[in-house]
């Protein structure tokens, strides 16, 4: 079966590749194409939380951020067992994530749902949510940890 596992650079997104490696048995996987999509006319840069900060300018493309957590999320998986792909694409993040699920014929597509929403509540009509209702698979979408509350002083 081939995964597709989708970053948007978060946290959240990188916990959601490793839960599908704490449930999912690699020798039943063949591939893992992990997939960062970026938006052609986006206001914001690619928000990468999970590679290397960038050193310089120059090193501050949304294609050279999108492709650090493409690789961070990649590394999750090094010895794994399934071989693992790196991609980025560009357009609608719901959209190239089921385009991609569909190239490869996926089997199970893992996404985040809260990388990167304002509240809960805008989290539910996310990329998350779209991909769900349109794929062309099962998909598994990781809810962020519930936080802690903080102690009183």
């Not at 978060?10 to 020798?27: E, G, T, Y």
């Not at 999320?73 to 609608?92: E, F, L, N």
């Not at 569909?102 to 779209?130: H, P």
Request: glycine fraction near 6%; charge should be positive; hydrophobic fraction near 50%.
């Amino acid at each position: 079966m081939h995964v597709v596992v989708a970053t948007d650079g978060s946290r959240q997104s990188l916990a959601a590749a490793k839960q599908l490696k704490a449930f999912a048995d690699p020798a039943k996987i063949t591939d893992i194409s992990v997939v960062a999509v970026l938006r052609p006319l986006a206001a914001v840069a690619f928000a990468d939380d999970l590679a290397e900060p960038a050193k310089t300018l120059d090193d501050m493309s949304f294609r050279a951020a999108a492709e650090g957590a493409v690789a961070a999320v990649a590394a999750t998986y090094d010895g794994w067992g399934p071989k693992v792909h790196q991609k980025v694409r560009s357009g609608s993040p719901a959209k190239e994530i089921i385009r991609a699920a569909e190239a490869v014929s996926a089997g199970l597509i893992v996404v985040a749902s809260g990388g990167r929403g304002l509240s809960d509540s805008v989290l539910v009509g996310s990329t998350a949510q779209r991909v769900q209702h349109y794929a062309p698979c099962p998909v598994l979408v990781v809810r962020p940890a519930k936080r802690k509350p903080r102690a009183k002083r």
